[in-house]
């Protein structure tokens, strides 16, 4: 990932086939239009972008010949040599997450990706199965901790008897499993912190530069976090942070050309504003 961010800039693509999106693009709201679009971004954006992420939730809701189409997407990356984040939050425990976890991670899945998101509001330690799997498979995941939707304040700010917030406790556990990374790398392990959560990372105790992993950050630049405020948020992890955009490239297709344009100008802007240079 370190060196897919240095290649082609720290953004991830989203494959979020929206309704309107398909719509937009002349496609049909059905399981052709999800798989021309979707295999259309891959097209379009493989091998020239950090990583692309299809959310699960889009082809799910096809049933089954969705999730197939989701299983070309994975492959398609594969074969463009693109890293794929499989946005698809899973969490559970026991043997339900041993499940999820060679679901999405076990070599030779057809849904296995580089990396899977993940929902840690069972206890981090009740995603073991997929973050011990996806350490022995060479894979990756990202732990949600600290999103932007306002529903997300009620738990993840939440504070123990010892004072420590959930969302720092999230952080931590993930942070250890990085531990003993080898020098100038990131570790396999990051969490999903919203860029336009203001100062709570500061006021909940996070230590995101102590995490040591990639910090996949939704709401940089066209959903309007700045360089003052991705600065307060993510401090001296800004070189780690992978930000997250859909439709603000999405939106130029179905035209390739388009599609390349958009990624990077939202490079570009990414670039502007870690930099800190945005006016």
Same mark, same amino acid.
């Given at each position: 990932?370190?060196?897919?961010?240095?290649?082609?800039?720290?953004?991830?693509?989203?494959?979020?086939?929206?309704?309107?999106?398909?719509?937009?693009?002349?496609?049909?709201?059905?399981?052709?239009?999800?798989?021309?679009?979707?295999? !259309?971004?891959?097209?379009?954006?493989?091998?020239? %972008?950090?990583?692309? /992420?299809?959310?699960?939730?889009?082809?799910?809701?096809?049933?089954?010949?969705?999730?197939?189409?989701?299983?070309?997407?994975?492959?398609?990356?594969?074969?463009?040599?693109?890293?794929?984040?499989?946005?698809? /939050?899973? $969490?559970?425990?026991?043997?339900?997450?041993?499940?999820?976890?060679?679901?999405?991670? *076990?070599?030779?899945?057809?849904?296995?990706?580089?990396?899977?998101?993940? =929902?840690?509001?069972? !206890?981090?330690?009740?995603?073991? &199965?997929?973050?011990?799997?996806?350490?022995?498979?060479?894979? +990756? *995941?990202?732990?949600?901790?600290?999103?932007?939707?306002?529903?997300?304040?009620?738990?993840?700010?939440?504070?123990?008897?010892? $004072?420590? =917030? %959930?969302?720092?406790?999230?952080?931590?556990?993930?942070?250890?499993?990085?531990?003993?990374?080898?020098?100038?790398?990131? $570790?396999?392990? +990051?969490? %999903?912190?919203?860029?336009?959560?203001?100062?709570?990372?500061?006021?909940?105790?996070?230590?995101?530069?102590?995490?040591? $992993?990639?910090?996949?950050?939704?709401?940089?630049?066209?959903?309007? *976090? +700045?360089?003052?405020?991705?600065?307060?948020?993510?401090?001296?992890?800004?070189?780690?942070?992978?930000?997250?955009?859909?439709?603000? %490239?999405?939106?130029?297709? &179905?035209?390739?050309?388009?599609?390349?344009?958009?990624?990077?100008?939202?490079?570009?802007?990414?670039?502007?504003?870690?930099?800190?240079?945005? /006016?």
């Amino acid at each position: 990932m370190r060196a897919a961010m240095d290649a082609h800039g720290p953004v991830c693509v989203g494959i979020d086939p929206h309704p309107a999106l398909l719509e937009s693009w002349g496609l049909g709201v059905d399981v052709a239009g999800l798989r021309a679009f979707s295999l !259309g971004v891959v097209d379009a954006l493989g091998g020239r %972008v950090a990583a692309v /992420k299809p959310q699960s939730a889009f082809f799910e809701r096809f049933g089954s010949r969705g999730v197939a189409v989701l299983e070309e997407v994975v492959a398609a990356c594969r074969d463009t040599g693109t890293l794929c984040i499989v946005d698809a /939050k899973r $969490g559970d425990i026991g043997s339900t997450m041993e499940g999820y976890a060679h679901a999405y991670l *076990a070599e030779g899945s057809p849904l296995a990706g580089d990396a899977v998101t993940l =929902s840690p509001y069972l !206890g981090v330690g009740s995603l073991a &199965p997929a973050l011990d799997l996806a350490a022995a498979s060479g894979r +990756g *995941a990202f732990v949600l901790a600290l999103t932007s939707n306002p529903e997300g304040a009620s738990v993840q700010h939440a504070r123990g008897s010892d $004072g420590c =917030s %959930v969302a720092a406790r999230v952080v931590g556990e993930v942070a250890a499993r990085n531990a003993g990374c080898e020098l100038g790398h990131i $570790g396999s392990f +990051g969490v %999903v912190v919203g860029a336009t959560v203001g100062g709570a990372v500061r006021e909940l105790g996070v230590d995101l530069e102590g995490l040591d $992993g990639p910090v996949l950050a939704p709401g940089i630049g066209a959903q309007g *976090a +700045g360089s003052e405020q991705v600065r307060e948020v993510f401090g001296g992890s800004v070189d780690r942070v992978l930000a997250s955009t859909s439709r603000a %490239v999405l939106r130029h297709g &179905p035209d390739a050309a388009g599609l390349r344009r958009a990624h990077r100008q939202a490079v570009e802007d990414l670039e502007t504003v870690l930099t800190g240079t945005d /006016k």
